[in-house]
């Protein structure tokens, strides 16, 4: 692993400890499964959260799957404070693999609360195995209700790895919710994914889980948005 991102992490983990804290702990989080086509290979795997406290809080994530004959796996790390009526602001780092090469990420994150609408952000930087450069995702949320939201998005890191999304998730019962994700961009790049989701933290519509408990889980997601470079550091380690 990366000394920066181990760095990064060990920053992040004293800033939680330094962080104000309720004298009641919350806890929250979430269980994904995903399954799916990208690039004509198969997808399936999934991944945890554990979040600890509701405005100022600590969120582990971790990640393992399989794309065709690769395993990818990770780790991350985030804290946050947040107003569910308004906003979230945060930091993240996060180490994640496919197959031995390394994909680091650290940067600021941010949601904006307008009614049925989000506005969510992230900003930072990627490091690793690949080539050392900034990177960008932006997601508009509307929650036409409660219980469903519709996503509309992109993500920039290189010329290799720009991109476009939509997605959609829906509350089945309880905590149980199904989503999909479609995305394209360049190179040919395509995927189609689509899974559930189990919510545990209390009683909550979809919207309210979004706002009050687990962020998303970034580890799968990222290894996506960087996966031609990632590619390309792998047939050069073949040569």
Known sequence: MSRRIVFAL?????LTLAWPTTSVLAFSGQLHGVYGQVESEELEGGGASLVIGSRFGLQLDGAYAELGEDQLKGIGLHIFNRNPERYLVG???DHAELQDVDLNRVGLEGELYAGSFTLSA???HQIGDIDDIAFSVVDLRWYPGANLVLVAGGSLADSEDDRVHLGAEYLLMGGLSAYVD????ENRYDHALAGLRYYFGGDKELMQRHRRD???NPIIS???QGLASIRSRQQELAR
């Open 10 to 14: 060990a920053v992040l983990s004293f």
């Open 91 to 93: 930091l993240l780092a």
């Open 122 to 124: 992230l900003l930072g």
């Open 222 to 224: 990222n290894v996506l």
């Open 214 to 216: 687990a962020v998303p």
């Open 182 to 185: 479609l995305a394209a961009g």
